[in-house]
Structures are given as structure tokens and as C-alpha cells.
């Protein structure tokens, strides 16, 4: 697949990346993916951004838009600003000594496997969510024939999210951790009722009384006009509310 077999809007964000960081843009097909579509953004040391994408019938257009959106977001930042994110060891290590507590029944390696796992869930939802949301309002403004296939996955990715509000989380996983998954699902289920019209959305998560901190996180979505919205602020903001600020570790972009 190269950019050709894509939707002229697809085409053009990708032109505007390889215009605004200099590096080219390279596909490759990826059977493995669970989604439809990944960014490896280009560095200093790794000057080519590399799509990944998974072949079949459904289009990959708005999953790569959004992956691009991401990148252009980093090059339209300085480059002291520019980052990784990655998590604290020592609550890493937290996380794993709380599941070996709520779960006995699990071997020292599986109890690290299923730790790591939600720790590295969590910061990827903290990385990706509130950005996300930024680049959805951009596609929406800017790129109006993506507008079905972005309705129709955030609409999925919502109804999908809706399974965190199950009773038995609570008892499965840390607090922190599900509180924080269900408050960020919660502010993109009422960002997206909002963005599409469609306020029966929401509505899981206001009967799970989850209204208040939904508003919260989004106002630092919806407050400035989002090219003047610095991305890692922004993600400290949404960690300080959540309560893990500390989990937070900021490496270099390169």
C-alpha cells in the first residue's frame, strides 16, 4: 500500500507531516496489528515516520489521520518541549504488589504480567486520550471526509469503554487504575456525545456519577484553541486530577 490508495484528505495530513518535520513517510502492511493503524514517528536518530496498517475491508483513513495527528502535534512544538512518555518504576512496582495482594491465586510472574499490563495501559490512555481529543477536533474542522469513518470509530470506542463501568473492576484491579481509566473513558464519551450529536453516549457514565470529572478534564481540552494548547501540560493536568502525577516520567524526543 503507499499513500495513492488512500482518501485525498489522508493523503494531504500526510503531506503535511513530511513538509513539516522533513522526514518521508514510509507503509507496511501488518497482519499482526489489533488496530487498524500505527505511527512510528521519526527522530533525529530515525529521520522516517513508519505507518504501520492492517489490511482487510475496513479503511484505515481516520486511524491514520489521527496516528499523523499526533505526530504533526510534536513537530508543531519546540523541540525542548518535545517528548516520550514513559511511567515511575516505583509505582510500577506499586501497581504489581497490589494486584499480587488482590490476587493470590496468580504466580509471581503472571501477577508482574497482569501489573504491567494495566501500568502500561494507563499511561497510553493518559498519553493518548486528551491529546486525542485535540486531534479529533482538528480532523472534524479540517478534514470533513473523514468525518463518517471518525464518527463511526469513536462511536465504537465509546460503546467499547462503556465495559470499565462493570461492578467486578472494582474488585479485580487497584483504585487508582480503574478510577482513572473510567474518568478519562468517561471525558471521551462526553466530549464525543457532544462532537457528534449523540448525547445517549454519555449516559453510562452520568449514571456512574462520573459528570463532574468528565467536565474537568475536558475544560483543559476546550479552553484554549488547541495549536495554543501545550500536549504535555495538558497531559500533566489531566494526571494531577487523576491522582497520578507521580507515575509520570518525561523522557527526550529522540
Known amino acids: 500500500m503507499s499513500s495513492q490508495g488512500l482518501l485525498p484528505d489522508t493523503r494531504e495530513i500526510i503531506r503535511t507531516l513530511e513538509e513539516a518535520s522533513g522526514y518521508p513517510v514510509s507503509f507496511f502492511e501488518d497482519t499482526s496489528l489489533t488496530v487498524l493503524a500505527t505511527i512510528r514517528t521519526g527522530t533525529q536518530t ?3 515516520h513508519v505507518i504501520r496498517y492492517r489490511p482487510g475491508e ?3 483513513d481516520y486511524q491514520i489521520a489521527v496516528e499523523v495527528g499526533y505526530a504533526l502535534r510534536t513537530f ?7 517528548f ?8 510500577r512496582e506499586n501497581v504489581i504488589a497490589q494486584i499480587k495482594a488482590l490476587h493470590p491465586e496468580l504466580d509471581s510472574s503472571a501477577a508482574e504480567t497482569l501489573g ?13 486520550t486528551p491529546v486525542g481529543l485535540l486531534v479529533d477536533i482538528w480532523i472534524t474542522s479540517h478534514y470533513p471526509r473523514l468525518r463518517g469513518l471518525q464518527a463511526a470509530s469513536l462511536v465504537k470506542q465509546v460503546t467499547d469503554n462503556a465495559q470499565s463501568l462493570s461492578k467486578e473492576m472494582k474488585n479485580q484491579y487497584p483504585r487508582v487504575i480503574v ?3 473510567r474518568a478519562m473513558n468517561a471525558a471521551q464519551a ?5 462532537l457528534l450529536n449523540q448525547t445517549q453516549l454519555a449516559v453510562p457514565y452520568r449514571a456512574a456519577g462520573l459528570t463532574s470529572i468528565a467536565t474537568t478534564l475536558l475544560a483543559y481540552v476546550t479552553r484554549d484553541r488547541i495549536a495554543e494548547i501545550d500536549d504535555r501540560d495538558l497531559i500533566t493536568a ?3 486530577h487523576l491522582g497520578i502525577a507521580a507515575w509520570v516520567k518525561w523522557l527526550p524526543f529522540n
Do not use: C, K, Y
Request: proline share 9%.
Open 46 to 48: 530515525s529521520p522516517i
Open 58 to 60: 475496513q479503511a484505515p
Open 76 to 82: 508543531a512544538t519546540p523541540p525542548e518541549r518535545r
Open 84 to 91: 516520550h512518555l514513559s511511567g515511575d518504576d516505583d509505582r
Open 116 to 128: 504491567n499490563h494495566l501500568f502500561n495501559g494507563l499511561m497510553l490512555q493518559l498519553r493518548s
Open 179 to 181: 478510577e482513572g481509566n
Open 190 to 194: 462526553f466530549f464525543v456525545a457532544d
Open 238 to 240: 489531566w494526571a494531577e
